[in-house]
Each structure stands twice: as C-alpha cells, then as structure tokens.
C-alpha cells in the first residue's frame, strides 16, 4: 500500500475534449519520478493486486500509481501538456479500461454509507421521544433553567463554584479541547462583515457560533453557554456590523430534528448573545433563515416553522406574516390540521429585494408536501404565490431563492421535488411577478440533488443552495451533494467540486452536502474570485471560482473540473461524535463522526491535524490496548471493521453476523481480553478471536435491537445488553456456548436505555442511562440487577430532566459519577445523592460518549461531543475541602461564626485543636459545641488532615475575629 498521506498535494487538471480552451498544466506539484524510472512492465501486477482491495483504498493506490507511471510518460515539474484526445485524457487502454471496470462495480454495489441523514435524524429523535412523538423543545428551557441553579465542579481542580445564575461565566477552562479542529460538522450559517471581509462568523447546527478574524485561517468558539448550540441561520445587522443575529433550530425535515430556543442578538460584535424574548415561543423553535430590510434595518423577518414572522423594532416583537401554508385546514383547530401542520417544514426561505421600496419580500414552504413560491410587494401586508405545481408543472418541494446583485430584478428559484430531486431551475426577470423554466433537473437528465457517483441520494430537503455571482447576473453556483456551476442563466449546468476525492490528493475535493454558498464581499469576478460553501464538513473557499468546470457527471478521476477548494476547518471544532475512546496512553484518540468518518488525533499533531481512517457516518470505535496498531471501526447499522496498521486501511470483521442493528449500532471489546467483543442487532453476537469469526451468543427473551451493551472488568463471564423495548439482560456464563440472559429489568421505568456501565471494582454494581424525558435518567443496581433504584438526586441538587446518554464510574473513587446528557456533563460526588455540573470551560452541548483513562498514576476523562468535538479533563485531583465562615453580621466580640467544610461519606471526621462538641462522619455532618455552628463535612481523601487544618483555621479565625471586633470592624470573615 503506497502512504497515501503522505504524498505530495497534487491536482489533475486539463482541456475537455472538443472545446478549445487553453492547454494547461497536467499536473501539478513536486515531481514523482523520472521517465527513466517509468516501467509499465509493472502495471498489470499492480492493476491485478488493485482488485483485491478494499475500494476506496484501491482507487487511492491506483491514483498514487498513475501518478507514479505517469501513464505511460513520467512528468515532471514544468513538462509540456499530454496532447488531448477524444478520450478526455491520454491514458493506455488498459488503464482507461481497469477504470471503467472499477467504476461499473462501484455502481453495482449499493452507495457507500457516506451521507445518510435521513436515517440520522430519524436515530436523533428515536433515542429522545417515542415513535411518533415531537421533540418537546420547552423541556430543554425548564431542564436549562434548573441546570444554572446547580452548584458547578471542577473535576480538574475539585474546586466548586457558585451556579450559574448567581454567577455567570465564572466558569475555568479546565477541560481541555482536543478538536478536530480541521474536521467541520455540518454548517448552515455563514455571515461576513462588509467593511471587514477578513471577519467571518459561522452557525454549526451542533456547535454554536464561531467567529474568524483572518478569513478562516483561525476560529473560536463565541459564547459557548447559550441555552441552545443549534444554529442554522445568522444575520450581520447592514446599518451596525456589530449587532448580530442568529436563529437557532434546524426545521427543514418531516419531523423535529435539532431543537431551537428562538433569536438570539449580539450588540457587541459577538462577543456576548441574549435572546430575544418575543422569540422564546413555539413559534421560534425553527428558524430557518433571516432577512433584513434594505429599507429599514430595524424591520428584520424570520422563516419559521410556523411561517414568516416580521419585527420592526429589530426583534423586540413580532408578528406572524405569513403563516405556515400547509398549516392551512379548512375550519378551526383540529386534528386534520395539526396533521397538516405536522408534514410541512413551514417556511424555508426568505430573502428581501435590494432595491424596491416598500420592501419586496419572497419566501418558500414546501418540502415533503409540495407548496411554493410566496411574493409580497407591500412589506409582507399581503402575499401570492407566484410559482407552485402547477405553474412550474412539477412537484413544488422545498425551494431556495437567490437574487443577482447586479440586476436585482432578476432572480433564481432552485427547486427540489417532494422526494428531494432536481425538479428544476427557474429564472424570473421581474422580480418574482412571473417565472420561466431554465433547467428541467432530473426530468432533463441531470439531477444535481443526487450522488453523481451513485443513484437514490435525492438530498433537496437537506442540502440545497444557490447563489448568483455579484458581477454577471447569468453565471450562478447550486449546491446538493456536490457543487455546480452555471455560465448562461441556468440553461447548462457543470460539475464543479468531487466529495468522492481524496483530499490530500486533489484540490477539486470538497465535502458532500452543501448548504450555503457565500461570495466574499470584495469579489469582483476578476482580482477576486473568491467564493465560501458551508456544508456537512464545515467551511470551504474556493480562490479561483471562474476557473474551468466538467460537463459530465460520473465517478471518472480524468478531466477534472480546475476549480480549487481550501478547508477552513482551522480550529473550527464543530465535529458530531457518535462514540470515542483513548488509546491506553491517553494521548491518542479516535471516534466515528456524522458523515465525517472515523477520524484519529493524537497530542503530537495537535486539534487541528485529527485524520480521517475509515469513511462514512462513523459509529462506534475500540482500540487494542494489547497491540494499538489493532483498531476497531464501524459505520451503520453492524458493519464492523478492522485495521492491523493502525488505521491505514480496514477490512469488514462480522463474518457469521447474520442480523440488523441501530443506525448506529454498539459494540464493545472487553476490558479483560481484546480478542473478545460483543455486539447485537435482535440477538447477541460475539467473538472470540477479534473479529475473524462470530457466533451468536445466546437468545433474549424478548424483542427489540440492543441499544447498550457492557461486559463486567475483571469477569468475562458477566456482561449485560439493553433493547430498544427498555428491557436489560444480563448474564452471568457469558462465555459459554449458549449463553443464559435474565430480565433483569424489574424496578426500570421501560424507558430507551442508552448505556450500561459496570462498575470497575464490583460487577453487581450496574447503572443504566435514559436518553428519553420523565422518566429517570440513571438507575442503580448493586445486586446484579435484582433491584434498581434511580440516583437522580432531589430538588436543585437533581439532574435536570434531560437526555442522558453515557456514563462513567471513577475507577479509584467509586461513588464520583460523570453523566453526558443533551446539555453537556454533570457529576455526583456521593453515588447520585446530589449532582452538579460539570461545565468549566465545556459547552452546553449534547455529550455521546464519555471514557476514563489511567496511565502513569493519572486518571483522566475524555467525552466526545455531538458538536463541539472531542474533550478531555484530569480527574485525578482530589477534591479538597472549600471552606467558608461567616459569623453574625452584629460588629461584637460575641458574634458567632458558622464554618462549613465537605469529606466523602466514607470518611472519619477529626479535628486538632479540638472542635467543641461532637462531628457525625456522614456526607452532611454537623458539629455543636461553645463555638456554635453547623459544621457540614467535605470531600477528600484523607479527611483526617483535612478536618485538622479546618481546626487550625477556625482557632484563627476566632482570634481574627475578637480583634476586628476590638477594633469595631465587622465580623464576617470569609475563609478562600
């Protein structure tokens, strides 16, 4: 296997056949070889060792090899052009014939699991809500509001802090970020300052706003701690650069997928954000895209889900436009119209002409239900639509809208079908009054919304942009899988960037899925031809966006289009982990990502230079601790697949699986013997020579697809499986033959169970998480599942009633818990009595997987992150006592002081001097004596050393306090 990686960034360029562009540069780069070194007397050996690959590492040697041999004619830096024939490239026969085989089964073969967002989303809310049940966003308000009331940790430092909503960002950064900061999530907002263009601000649907000050060459993170993280649209105020707005809530699927809280504005160049109140309503759950008047900056309009609202005092109030079309059911409220209401998206889009007054407003609705075009020439007072299914004479689904610069009145209407096809490209030169067909889409043989490589990936409901080029109203960028551009209004359309790339290869590579397209504001279509695209991989540029497209549509790696992207990913660590664990060393570590692949970084090359291993959504990861070139990987559904070079290259490892799991499915290596892992679909699976083999193992009693699974530290013969039914087996002769598992379930509240974590020093000590509201969110055994008891803790010391999806048990202090739920990490240092929240320097942001890690006395946790990428924190410190005296505000010799100090339960309660009166070793114990107080017992190894030096302190504190009293000072003392 040639190292990939490792070569030089090179790009295939060249003439297409029959036009008579220019010849330019064939390749470009460092220079591979010399023709003296060519040898085609090579070839066939390598093409037949080719097909026994795995494909995409096939098709990466293959493409290292043809550089290598330079088909036949070795070039070098500054070697003349090949002539150009009909055949696009001057290739040999045999390899133009190898790669029309390769792409001919690529196409046989079903698509790669690469982008499937559908079915992601659909795994989003079936851990949240019962089948056919909305995500309930006001139970993320309430669980946020409880969340700022709970007294703040520091595992890093065991220092405690006040909550959040007596002091807010007094939080400490002690967690660390380990990226990737150059592997983007999925981005829908981007927004760039007129009069600072190097000043960018991106919207990650699950990782809050960041800000750029170099053109992307760096980002950070803008107010982690807003109540919500999903952002899909921002908006740069035109009359002041520096107010900002941004809509949260992703609404353009047939259910409710990231959740939203409403507007939220920033006054001082995003440095901090509030919400706006008007917008803290259902009707601000999903707000898709924001507008302001060219008119008046103080009139601003939304496109929701429940349809166009309008302010005109920049966001203190609104009102609703336009209301969601396909909520419109003759008669009152009812269930026919809820339903209606239930299959639209609301409305998608809406942008405002530059130049009309009053404002001429458009906007879009449709998606799954077909709806259209909506036009309003008085400032949104009334409205027509101007382009449906039956004007357009396809089904009208979701649309999006684009204006060019340079005629506004001439606008374009990219328009996707009910199934999320190319259902066409409309052109309007009136500003929206009439509209005419410029490209018939998939009905015309070019269905731009599908994979180019394969059929069935109809994406327009998800991704879809457009955008005109500011200087010539007839060339224009749309954007679904890949990106496209067209010269002459819409009437040809070419192939402009290649997802299917390798990336340290070709500079035509950009990520799938588009979502916006941006021209940068000095862009004059001849100095500047700079362009930026957000899609599922975070942020691109393109520096050269006139340069030459490619007029076909297939997987061919010869005749490229010449257009350049750069990743902007620089720090911008918006990565959406599913699952991720440490190498033993702590200084490695990988995880699967949504549509990014499973992706490894390490200490030595730092956040921003993570790479990718294994392509596809990325599920769940285990690494050898015995031999850590051994990695695990998997993509969806049970697809599990194996490296034996660190992650160079995998092959499948499920061979005698026969059965379906989740989306993205479980499977676990035990902690005891790395040749042995589990996984499950309806039944158990497991093997016991890492992979090359699997048997089922056993038969549950009742239905449902396993959800969670464990396997005891230290006993092979104990592990335990959830099903998506709420049930939890577990069984004690694991690793026999047939294997026996108990419903062990009694006393759990059915609920979808989302991790099982058995205890490190006890193997009837289990604990279950809930990903589902109301019900408990992490449950207790300590015999083995006979009883069950909820650790949920009471009144503002409880978790919040939140998702909770993993869990994670200190190896040397067994009753510290750390829980990822949808908002970020809590903690318990008492076995779940009492919990707070774990968020120094950690965002509110849905936390997937959490691992703890030991090696060279250290104990640390990493959590991975579905937004904000991958965390890690030292939890080795102790927690120590924090101390506070406070005596009777009265400025008298005789005021009474009142100390409080924190020690484990486990702990014996000593002091020297000695306290009057008598101390109760409990969790919150109280000491009475001449020297009157409460005295509640703190956290710490050794309380004994502890309690002596509280002692010590509160002898001086009552010598300090008798002369503050002689000299008439106050009393009260505050012990840090």
């Not at 190898?98 to 690529?106: D, F, N, W």
């Not at 601003?300 to 609703?320: E, M, P």
């Not at 090359?692 to 239905?703: C, K, L, N, V, Y």
């Not at 009144?795 to 067994?814: F, K, Y």
Request: glycine share 10%.
């Amino acid at each position: 296997m040639l190292p990939i990686p490792h070569l030089p960034r090179l790009r295939w360029v060249g003439t297409e056949a029959g036009e008579n562009a220019p010849a330019r540069p064939w390749i470009q780069g460092a220079s591979l070889a010399s023709r003296r070194s060519c040898s085609r007397a090579t070839l066939p050996g390598m093409l037949n060792a080719l097909e026994k690959l795995p494909r995409w590492r096939a098709v990466a040697a293959l493409i290292a090899a043809i550089l290598g041999l330079a088909l036949g004619a070795c070039p070098t830096r500054g070697a003349a052009p090949p002539e150009r024939s009909a055949t696009r490239t001057r290739v040999t026969q045999d390899v133009q014939d190898l790669v029309a085989r390769r792409i001919a089964a690529r196409r046989a073969r079903p698509p790669a699991p690469h982008d499937k967002p559908r079915e992601a989303l659909a795994f989003y809310l079936e851990k949240r809500v019962p089948p056919g049940e909305s995500l309930d966003v006001t139970r993320y308000r309430a669980a946020m509001a409880h969340s700022a009331r709970m007294t703040r940790y520091a595992s890093g430092t065991g220092a405690r802090l006040e909550p959040a909503a007596q002091a807010p960002g007094r939080s400490g950064p002690v967690w660390e970020a380990l990226g990737p900061g150059n592997v983007g999530g999925r981005t829908r907002a981007l927004a760039i300052r007129l009069d600072l263009p190097s000043t960018l601000y991106a919207g990650s649907v699950g990782g809050g706003i960041w800000k750029s000050t170099d053109a992307g060459d760096s980002w950070r993170a803008l107010d982690d701690f807003l109540p919500n993280l999903a952002v899909s649209s921002l908006l740069i105020d035109r009359a002041d650069p520096t107010r900002l707005y941004a809509g949260t809530g992703e609404g353009y699927y047939n259910a409710d997928a990231i959740r939203g809280a409403g507007i939220f504005a920033s006054t001082d160049a995003g440095a901090s954000w509030q919400r706006l109140e008007a917008t803290a309503t259902t009707a601000f759950q999903y707000v898709n895209r924001l507008a302001q008047s060219p008119n008046d900056p103080s009139t601003l309009y939304a496109a929701t889900r429940a349809g166009l609202q309008r302010s005109t005092d920049r966001g203190v109030s609104w009102t609703n436009a336009l209301e969601n079309p396909s909520a419109r059911v003759a008669g009152p409220a009812s269930a026919a119209r809820d339903a209606a209401a239930a299959t639209s998206a609301g409305l998608l889009e809406v942008i405002v002409h530059p130049t009309r007054s009053p404002d001429l407003v458009l906007a879009t609705s449709g998606s799954f239900v077909s709806d259209g075009v909506y036009r309003s020439t008085d400032g949104g007072e009334s409205w027509t639509r101007v382009l449906d299914s039956t004007s357009a004479g396809v089904a009208v689904g979701r649309t999006v809208l684009a204006y060019a610069p340079s005629v506004p009145d001439t606008i374009y209407a990219a328009v996707a079908d009910t199934d999320g096809a190319a259902a066409g490209l409309f052109r309007s030169t009136d500003a929206g009054a009439s509209w005419t067909l410029r490209h018939g889409g998939a009905a015309a043989g070019l269905n731009w919304l599908d994979n180019v490589c394969f059929s069935g990936s109809n994406q327009g409901w998800y991704d879809l942009a457009l955008a005109v080029d500011p200087v010539n109203a007839n060339r224009l960028w749309l954007g679904g899988i890949d990106l496209f551009r067209s010269d002459d209004g819409g009437a040809t359309i070419r192939h402009a960037s290649y997802w299917y790339l390798i990336e340290v290869l070709f500079n035509s590579y950009a990520h799938a899925d588009q979502h916006l397209i941006v021209f940068h504001p000095g862009y004059d279509g001849a100095a500047n031809t700079t362009v930026y695209f957000a899609n599922d991989g975070g942020l691109f540029r393109s520096g050269n966006a006139l340069a030459a497209t490619d007029s076909t549509f297939d997987c061919n790696i010869f005749g490229l289009a010449d257009v350049e992207y750069t990743n902007l990913n620089n720090g911008y660590g918006a990565t959406q982990f599913y699952h991720g664990v440490p190498f033993p060393d702590g200084r490695t570590y990988f995880g699967g990502t949504q549509d990014n692949g499973t992706v490894l970084g390490t200490d030595a090359d730092g956040a921003d230079d993570w790479r990718r291993v294994h392509s596809g959504d990325g599920g769940y990861v285990a690494v050898d601790a015995t031999n850590t070139d051994v990695l695990y990987a998997e993509t969806t559904d049970i697809s599990i697949v194996k490296s034996t070079n660190g992650g160079s290259s995998f092959k499948p490892a499920t061979t005698g699986i026969s059965d379906t799991g989740l989306f993205i499915n479980p499977f676990t290596m035990s902690p005891n013997n790395s040749q042995i892992l589990w996984t499950g679909g309806y039944k158990p699976w497991r093997t016991t020579n890492a992979g090359a083999q699997w048997e089922q193992a056993g038969t549950f009693p009742g239905g449902g697809r396993v959800t969670a699974l464990a396997v005891a530290p230290g006993n092979d013969a104990i592990a335990a499986m959830a099903t998506s039914s709420g049930i939890v087996y577990r069984s004690a002769n694991a690793m026999d033959a047939a294997p026996a598992w108990s419903d062990v379930s009694a006393g759990l509240p059915g609920s979808r169970i989302s991790w099982i974590t058995i205890d490190p020093n006890d193997a009837d000590v289990m604990y279950v998480t809930h990903s589902r509201f109301g019900a408990g969110h992490v449950y207790r055994t300590t015999n083995g599942g006979g009883e069950w008891a909820v650790i949920d803790g009471s009144g503002d010391t409880a978790l919040p009633d939140v998702p909770a999806h993993t869990l994670a048990v200190h190896p040397e202090i067994p009753d510290q818990l750390y829980v990822g739920t949808d908002l970020g990490v809590y903690v318990t240092l008492d076995g779940g009595t009492s919990w707070m929240v774990e968020n120094t320097g950690f965002a509110n942001v849905v936390t997937e997987s959490l691992a703890v890690q030991q090696s060279g006395g250290r104990v640390r946790l990493f959590a991975f992150t579905h937004g904000r990428g991958a965390f890690r924190t030292d939890i080795s410190v102790t927690p120590t006592a924090t101390v506070t005296a406070t005596p009777t505000r009265t400025p008298v010799a005789s005021a009474t002081p009142t100390a409080t100090m924190t020690v484990p339960s486990t702990a014996i309660a000593t002091a020297s001097p000695a306290l009057p009166g008598t101390a109760t070793a409990t969790p919150t114990a109280t000491a009475t004596g001449s020297a009157p107080g409460a005295v509640p017992i703190g956290t710490g190894r050794d309380a004994t050393l502890h309690a002596i030096i509280i002692g010590i302190a509160l002898s001086a504190l009552r010598v300090r306090r008798a002369r503050r009293a002689r000299r008439g000072a106050p009393a009260t003392v505050f012990l840090r």
